[in-house]
């Protein structure tokens, strides 16, 4: 019989390739070997729905685990791939087991970055979010009343502070950079969340560097400021990015930077090995990324999938995000590096508006708070290639439907 | 429980008993339904599990509101008067016997 197609990590980027090889009709066997317990889930309810106990974990599951035997995917869990043999396309797991593959796809995912040691990082109830297993060990700690601060003002650690005052903690933030999602997001965004966050209780502190945790009996206690200000704290979180994990492919010898390089088809620099999701990196417009997102993941697995059943397509997907926080319904399309103007839609009420991110005339993306029709309209516009004026999106009584359909 | 059922473009049919509670994106997922997607879980992002509700149904399948209205016009095959996303059609006995039609994109 013929080596299968062995996919490497269990997440978002798998269960669309094997959804998209499925349905292509395509016969080569596969195998899923993830590193969790569990089989592909999706991984954004984590910092809401599912820390707030509103979703059972099965409905994480972006199939059903009897799917994947009805479809005969092979599947191991709880398995890591510890090696890769390029020159006999072989693969060694962390239980001694050698597999061989025909094609190779690396969905590795990213980690969660957490703190070193010697500045409090390992005590307990100190906890990074990025799993199952990471929010259940969590939620039995996140009870009303009790004190948590968040390390990182991102999408992560707001998502987070959102839940948590929802659960009734007491919640404090801590960003070094000047503004929340400095990085992710232009100004104007970074005031919506801050005035959400503040009239939701949330004590959130910009440009406070953290220098260390303080424990008591190997738990954490406090952390302490640059300014010597001790802060009291029953529990810690940790949001301040993630890394893609590349040590396999690294080892492996394929180019690596950054994520593992791929090309437009998502191949990496061995051609029987491809790369798809938060572990790729990719060139768009001229510019090498990687994105963290569930788009990114899926759209990168159904490519592969598609690419080895032999269509002539390459990857171009258009961007897009969302993030839930209390009753903000943020949707983003497109990626706003580079843009050098902003634009604010003002929105139907008070807590809706959108930002319009340009650089120079061409329109690049859109952060949009509670205002779908900036999201879904705005999507076809940039997806049409069209760039209207920034006078004509900050009238509000521009149609922008009549703008995306024009 | 809620007997759903899709019919495709060919005129295929999938049939499934579906917990109530359940949205009808993830039950169309768990039963290998093609063309729907779901990658956003259901919040209302992606417009990627569009279906037709069959016309006797369509009442019965809630009110669309402001959000999910917007999103129907990003729906890669157009919408229509019975037009859904479906992660937004939970499952209950009241649903018991309906019909969705799986628009095919393309």
Redesign the interface.
């Known amino acids: 019989m013929a080596a299968p197609i062995v996919i490497v990590g269990a997440g978002q980027a798998a269960a669309s390739f094997i959804?998209r090889h499925?349905?292509l009709g395509s016969q080569q066997p596969l195998l899923l070997i993830g590193d969790e317990a569990h089989p592909p889930y999706?991984r954004?309810?984590l910092s809401k729905k599912y820390l707030l106990g509103e979703l059972e974990r099965e409905?994480l599951f972006?199939?059903?685990l009897e799917?994947y035997a009805?479809?005969a995917v092979e599947l191991r869990f709880d398995t890591r791939v510890d090696s890769i043999d390029r020159e006999l396309k072989k693969i060694i797991t962390n239980h001694g087991e050698t597999v061989e593959y025909d094609k190779l796809l690396l969905c590795t995912g990213a980690s969660a970055r957490s703190l070193p040691a010697d500045i409090g990082g390992t005590l307990d109830r100190v906890f990074t979010l990025r799993s199952i297993a990471d929010i259940d060990k969590m939620a039995p700690e996140f009870k009303a009343d009790r004190k948590l601060l968040i390390v990182g003002g991102g999408y992560i650690g707001l998502e987070a502070a959102a839940a948590s005052r929802q659960l009734g903690l007491e919640v404090t933030v801590l960003e070094l950079a000047d503004r929340i999602l400095q990085r992710v997001a232009a100004a104007e965004t970074s005031n919506y969340f801050r005035a959400l966050h503040s009239g939701h209780g949330v004590d959130l502190r910009e440009s406070v560097r953290m220098t260390r945790l303080l424990g008591e009996g190997g738990a954490v206690r406090g952390a302490e400021l640059e300014s010597g200000e001790i802060i009291d704290t029953d529990l810690v979180l940790i949001g301040i990015g993630s890394s893609p994990n590349t040590e396999l492919a690294q080892a492996a010898g394929l180019d690596c930077d950054n994520g593992i390089r791929v090309n437009e088809i998502c191949q990496t620099s061995d051609s029987s090995i491809y790369a798809a999701g938060d572990c790729s990196n990719f060139l768009r417009n001229g510019q090498q990324i990687r994105l963290e997102s569930?788009?990114n993941a899926?759209d990168q697995g159904d490519l592969v999938a598609r690419v080895l059943a032999g269509e002539a397509v390459t990857y171009k997907a258009l961007p897009?995000f969302?993030s839930?926080q209390y009753d903000c319904?943020l949707?983003i399309v497109g990626l706003n590096q580079g843009h050098n103007q902003t634009v604010v839609r003002p929105g139907a009420n008070a807590s809706s508006m959108s930002v319009w991110y340009y650089r120079d005339a061409e329109l690049l993306a859109i952060d949009s708070m509670n205002e779908?029709?900036s999201?879904?309209?705005g999507?076809?516009i940039i997806e049409a290639g069209k760039h209207p004026t920034a006078a004509q999106v900050a009238d509000p009584a521009t149609d922008l439907?009549a703008l995306a359909m024009s | 429980m809620a007997n759903i059922t899709w019919i495709m473009e060919d005129g295929s049919e999938i049939n499934a008993e579906v917990k109530d509670g359940l949205n009808l994106m993830e039950a169309a997922t768990a039963n290998n339904v093609p063309h729907i997607e779901g990658e956003c879980g259901g919040c209302l992002s992606c417009a990627t599990c569009h279906v037709f509700v069959d016309p006797e149904w369509f009442a019965k399948t809630g009110e669309i509101d402001d959000i999910e209205d917007t999103m129907l016009e990003m729906t890669d095959v157009e919408r229509e008067d019975n037009s859904r996303l479906s992660c937004q059609i939970v499952a209950s006995a009241a649903l018991d016997g309906l019909i969705l039609r799986v628009p095919e994109p393309e």
């Open positions: 959804s499925v349905s999706q954004p309810p409905r972006i199939r059903p799917w009805d479809q569930v788009q899926a897009w969302w839930d319904k949707q779908p029709k999201y879904a309209f999507r076809k439907k």
